[in-house]
């Protein structure tokens, strides 16, 4: 099993930028698809990014499409979600998340970051 750090949230103005960091360890990190999720108060988490095992493949929500990307790093046991043009109503709460095989339900990802909030302010 992977476990998973998460770094880099906080506070930023609208139409600003934030760098998403996970950091993993105690597992083959590049066995893993990563996926990056959100979550807002007594909402379900909604899947923002994926990126498959060697970083070749990728899917962005329609809602994120062109203003974040995501990477990873299998040499530093890493991905990362850069978020520009950041909105308001971007405000949630961020997950990283590992999975053997891609989905896009939170369901099938068992190893979780912490979570990490991040605020824009209009």
């Known amino acids: 099993q992977v476990q998973l750090v998460e770094s880099g949230g906080g506070l930023v103005q609208a139409g600003g930028s934030l760098r998403l960091s996970c950091a993993a360890s105690g597992g083959t990190f590049s066995s893993y698809v990563m996926g990056w999720f959100r979550q807002a108060p007594g909402k379900e988490r909604e899947l923002l990014a994926r990126v498959s095992w060697r970083g070749l493949t990728t899917y962005y929500a329609d809602s994120v499409k062109g203003r974040f990307t995501i990477t990873r790093d299998n040499a530093k046991n890493a991905v990362y979600l850069q978020m520009n043009s950041l909105k308001p109503e971007d405000t949630e709460v961020y997950y990283c998340?590992?999975?053997?095989?891609?989905?896009?339900?939170?369901?099938?990802?068992?190893?979780w970051g912490q979570g990490n909030q991040v605020t824009v302010a209009s």
């Open positions: 998340a590992a999975a053997l095989s891609s989905s896009h339900y939170s369901t099938k990802y068992p190893e």
